[in-house]
T-cell receptor, first 114, second 116 residues
Framework: AQTVTQSQPEMSVQEAETVTLSCTYD???????LFWYKQPPSRQMILVIR??????QNATENRFSVNFQKAAKSFSLKISDSQLGDAAMYFC???????????FGEGTQLTVNP | DTGVSQNPRHKITKRGQNVTFRCDPI?????LYWYRQTLGQGPEFLTY????????KSRLLSDRFSAERPKGSFSTLEIQRTEQGDSAMYLC??????????????FGDGTRLSIL
C-alpha cells in the first residue's frame, strides 16, 4: 500500500521569506502523480501544484515550486515570498496513474508571521 | 463553474440515528469521490464513482455506510446507526476523466458530522 509522510506538523515563516515543506512517500508503482493541496481554516481544499512522476522537470506555479526526487521518493514544496494568505494546512498527496484515490499525508500547518 | 457543493455544512445528531449527506459535483465532471477527514489528519478515501457506477470502495466504508450516485449527477452518502467514531468532516470531490486521464480533483467545503 502507498503511504505519504509529512514529518513537519507545524512550520512558520516570516512574511516575504521562503519556506520549504517536506513530504516523503512510499510506492512500488512507477507511474503516479504527486500533489500539494492547501486547506485554509474552515475552507475547502485547493490544489496548489502537481507533478507527474515521469517528468524530470520540477513543477512551478508562480511562487510555488516543488523539488521532486524520484529515487529518494521525496516531494517538497517551496513557497517563495510568503504572504499572509498562504497560512493554511498543507497536504501532500499521491495518486497512482491507473488509480482513482488520493492518499494524503498528515498535513503541515503553516503560519505566516507579519 | 459553481464548484462542488455539499449539504448540509454541519450535522449534529444523536448516536444511533441515520444521516444522509448530499454532494453536487461540478456539472461536467463524471467522476465523484468521498473522503473522510478527522481532526488534525489528512483526508482518507471512502469511495469513488464514475458516472453512476461505484467503482471502488475503501475498507473504511463499513456496512453501515452506503453511497449512491443515481443518474451520474449528485451523490448521497448515508450512515446508518451512527457511532461516536463517525464524527468527522466528510469531503466530496469531483473530476473529469476517462481511462487513465488524470484531471485534478476539486473539493467541496465538506459536511461536518458531530455525534452526541
Amino acid at each position: 500500500a502507498q503511504t505519504v509522510t509529512q514529518s513537519q506538523p507545524e512550520m512558520s515563516v516570516q512574511e516575504a521569506e521562503t519556506v520549504t515543506l517536506s513530504c516523503t512517500y512510499d510506492t512500488s508503482e512507477s507511474d503516479y502523480y504527486l500533489f500539494w493541496y492547501k486547506q485554509p481554516p474552515s475552507r475547502q481544499m485547493i490544489l496548489v501544484i502537481r507533478q507527474e512522476a515521469y517528468k524530470q522537470q520540477n513543477a512551478t506555479e508562480n511562487r510555488f515550486s516543488v523539488n521532486f526526487q524520484k529515487a529518494a521518493k521525496s516531494f517538497s514544496l517551496k513557497i517563495s515570498d510568503s504572504q499572509l494568505g498562504d497560512a493554511a494546512m498543507y497536504f501532500c498527496a499521491y495518486k497512482k496513474t491507473s488509480g482513482s484515490r488520493l492518499t494524503f499525508g498528515e498535513g503541515t500547518q503553516l503560519t505566516v508571521n507579519p | 463553474d459553481t464548484g462542488v457543493s455539499q449539504n448540509p455544512r454541519h450535522k449534529i445528531t444523536k448516536r444511533g440515528q441515520n444521516v444522509t449527506f448530499r454532494c453536487d459535483p461540478i456539472s461536467e465532471h463524471n467522476r465523484l469521490y468521498w473522503y473522510r477527514q478527522t481532526l488534525g489528519q489528512g483526508p482518507e478515501f471512502l469511495t469513488y464513482f464514475q458516472n453512476e457506477a461505484q467503482l471502488e470502495k475503501s475498507r473504511l466504508l463499513s456496512d453501515r455506510f452506503s453511497a449512491e450516485r443515481p443518474k451520474g449527477s449528485f451523490s448521497t452518502l448515508e450512515i446508518q446507526r451512527t457511532e461516536q467514531g463517525d464524527s468527522a468532516m466528510y469531503l466530496c470531490a469531483s473530476s473529469l476523466g476517462s481511462g487513465l486521464s488524470n484531471q485534478p480533483q476539486h473539493f467541496g467545503d465538506g459536511t461536518r458530522l458531530s455525534i452526541l
